[in-house]
Structure formats: structure tokens, C-alpha cells
């Protein structure tokens, strides 16, 4: 029986789009005592780029070949919010549905790096985010009724919401991409917005993971849902897979109570997926050396960016083809690895050859 695709209708990326400030210290400063680059100035390289998740999402898909990719999202009018829908612009992106707020500024991502990439402390300024109009959401994905919707961890409590209602309403499924611990548990200050059941995929990593478990649990209504479950069938064993994955797999069932598909990102330890009809399954990491490793920004955005191209792509059906689920997260973690060795929050390198049905 082939699969049915479909045409036309728009995948829609609602979240967070900022100016990616990155500082990278020199190698001539070494990083064993953490005190070295504080409370004074550091040699090394600072970069500015496209960034915000939402954005990184969505580039990621659009670049992975998602049929129709639009951004809805929010910049300042200052040069930052001038300089992102330029940059979108130029590379082809769609930008009709950024809109210009003159009372806030764009969002700014400021990390700093060590000299191999890693991540050393960072500060995001996402206010503008809160300022985002619930109405105007309603009214694109009423016109545009895309087949799939991505949101972030960025846009507030009543955003994801509205969105969850609106996607209900229209039939619509949705991911949701954490982002961060504090911004995951957004997801749970209003029990409807995970009660529309039109959230069907989340992707957070072993904190974010754990977090929301936890909220979850110390919510009195939500955390008495019927035939919710923890345990572990006995008829699954995670053949070949770490520790981590082992450790975090009671979470993974649980949250699946509420989000039926939790695609888990491990880090350098793979992914683990946990689905409908006790669907388990976990996936090593792609290998990549050390010494290609350029930076880390970025790489898990574009894990789901290609993932939900080809959600989009599979007109979101059931995955109960395991080679089928095996051949999506191993073409997302292609996706995350090509960034990793980039020094941008999205790698050019990503392409249709990630698509499973180019």
C-alpha cells in the first residue's frame, strides 16, 4: 500500500527568533579553572547570527525539504529585528507572518564558548515573546490550515494554549520543542492546553524530561488521568543501550500518558523514542569525532527541524514501521551532526537527500 503524502498545505513554526551573539574564548586561554576568563576580558572570536529556536526549527526543515515552511514568530523594530528577516530572506525563507513589535526589542542569544565548542554560560533576553497576539495565531492557522505545526518553549503559557485548542479544533497535529527546564513546564500551567490532545509529539531532553514529569505529578488534575502508567513492559528490553536511556525510560512511559509520541534527545548518548502501542525503541548516536565538533548551538533544533519535515512529509500517520521510525530519527540525527560540525546554529549542509520520501 503506498503512502499517502501531502501536497500544498503549509508546515507552520511558531516560536522563538533571535540574533545568535556567540563568544568563543581563545586557545590560549585554558579552561581548568573556570576563574581564568572571569571578572576580566577574554581573547577570542564573537560571531553574530541567525538563531532562536523556532527559527533554527524552522530553517532546518525548510532546508530538509518541508513542503511550504512558515515562520510565525516576533523582532523588535531595532537593527537586530532588521538584520534576522534580511538574513531569512536571503537565503529564501519565508517571512510574511514575522511581525514587527516597536515596543520590544529583538530577542538576543549571548553564550559563550569554550575553544572545542561547549557550552560555558549564556543569557537570553525572549521577552518580546510574551507579547505575542493569541488572536493573530488563531487567525493564520485558520487561513493557512497547515497539515503540522511545531511550537517552542519561548511563547507563553495562553500562546501554546491557543495553539493547542486551535490545532484541536482544525484537526491539526503538533510537536512541542521544550527548549529549556524553566520554559517546558509552560506547557502544563493550563491543564487544557495538553487536555485538547493535539499535541502528539514533544522532544525533550533528559532535564526537560524529568522536569515536566515532575509538574505533571504535583498537578492534582492532571496527574489523575485514568490508566496512567510508569512501569515498563516486560516484553521490552532496550537492547545495547546505555544507562541514561535505561534511567530515564519511566519518565519517558509517563509522559507518553499525555504527549503520545516523546522523542527523548541524549546527547552524545542518542535518542530514545517511546510511542503509541507501547512502541519503544532506542537509537545510538550517529557517530562524529570530537575534533569536528564546532559548535553545539543549534544541533538540537535541527534534529526536530527534520524531523517534523518528514512528519509533515508521511501526512503525520501512525508510525508503526519500525524500520520506518528507525530511518526518521537516523536522518534527524544526520541533521544534528552536519550542524555540529558547523559554525552556524544551522548547518547549509542540510538538504533533501534527509527527506524520507525525496
Not at 501536497?7 to 581563545?26: E, F, Q
Not at 546505555?242 to 503520545?260: E, W
Request: proline fraction near 4%; include cysteine.
Amino acid at each position: 500500500m503506498p503512502i499517502a503524502t501531502s501536497v500544498g498545505r503549509p508546515l507552520i513554526v511558531i516560536g522563538g527568533i533571535a540574533l545568535d551573539i556567540t563568544a568563543t574564548v581563545g586557545k590560549a586561554t585554558s579552561l581548568g579553572a573556570l576563574s581564568s576568563i572571569l571578572h576580566t576580558s577574554t581573547p577570542g572570536h564573537v560571531k553574530q547570527s541567525l538563531g532562536g529556536v523556532g527559527r533554527n526549527v524552522a530553517e532546518a526543515a525548510w532546508r530538509t525539504g518541508g513542503t511550504n515552511v512558515k515562520l510565525v514568530s516576533v523582532v523588535g523594530d531595532d537593527l537586530a529585528g532588521q538584520s534576522i528577516q534580511q538574513g531569512m530572506r536571503s537565503i529564501g525563507m519565508n517571512t510574511e507572518y514575522i511581525q514587527i513589535l516597536k515596543s520590544q526589542p529583538t530577542a538576543v542569544y549571548n553564550a559563550l564558548h569554550s575553544n572545542d565548542g561547549q557550552l560555558i554560560a549564556a543569557v537570553a533576553d525572549m521577552n518580546i515573546f510574551d507579547s505575542m497576539d493569541t488572536s493573530r495565531i488563531i487567525s493564520i492557522l485558520k487561513r493557512e490550515n497547515p497539515n503540522f505545526v511545531c511550537f517552542d518553549g519561548n511563547i507563553s503559557s495562553i500562546m501554546m494554549k491557543t495553539i493547542a485548542q486551535t490545532c484541536q479544533s482544525l484537526s491539526i497535529p503538533a510537536l512541542f520543542e521544550p527548549t529549556s527546564v524553566p520554559k517546558s513546564l509552560k506547557l502544563f500551567e493550563f491543564t487544557e492546553t495538553t487536555q485538547a490532545q493535539s499535541i502528539q509529539y514533544a522532544s525533550p531532553n533528559q532535564f526537560e524530561l524529568e522536569a515536566m514529569c515532575d509538574t505533571i505529578q504535583s498537578n492534582p488534575i492532571l496527574s489523575k488521568k485514568k490508566k496512567v502508567t510508569s512501569i515498563i513492559p516486560d516484553s521490552i528490553q532496550l537492547k545495547n543501550a546505555p544507562r541514561l536511556a535505561n534511567s530515564v525510560l519511566p519518565h519517558v512511559i509517563y509522559l507518553s500518558n499525555y504527549i503520545p509520541n516523546i522523542i527523548t534527545k541524549l546527547g552524545e548518548e542518542g535518542c530514545l523514542y517511546v510511542g503509541r502501542n507501547s512502541v519503544i525503541e532506542y537509537f545510538p548516536p550517529e557517530f562524529i569525532e570530537a575534533n569536528e565538533i564546532k559548535s553545539v548551538t543549534g544541533a538540537g533544533d535541527c534534529f526536530v527541524g527534520t524531523l517534523i519535515a518528514n512528519l509533515q512529509q508521511l501526512s503525520n500517520m501512525e508510525i508503526t514501521s519500525t524500520d520506518m521510525l528507525k530511518l526518521m530519527i537516523q536522518k534527524s540525527q544526520q541533521s544534528s551532526i552536519r550542524t555540529l560540525k558547523s559554525n552556524n546554529a544551522v548547518s547549509e549542509k542540510i538538504s533533501k537527500d534527509l527527506l524520507l520520501l525525496n
